[in-house]
């Protein structure tokens, strides 16, 4: 299904907790290890997830986690 969402498009994927958030990226990155994945969870330092928020806005990462 993300896959499927990723050829028309970026994708917004929302976890409960940091361990699913975790599980999920290296879901992905197997899966799929050329896409861009910007994190966006508060587990991360601030600077960097403003970075990946620019990321996303941009379009440079097609995937927010």
Not at 11 to 37: G, W
Not at 47 to 59: I, K, S
Request: charged share 30%; hydrophobic share 45%.
């Amino acid at each position: 299904l993300i896959a499927h969402r990723l050829a028309h498009g970026q994708v917004l994927l929302v976890a409960p907790d940091e361990r699913q958030i975790n599980q999920i990226e290296k879901e992905l990155l197997e899966f799929l290890p050329e896409i861009s994945i910007a994190r966006l969870d508060g587990h991360i330092p601030r600077d960097d997830r403003y970075r990946n928020y620019l990321r996303v806005v941009r379009g440079v990462s097609r995937v927010a986690l």
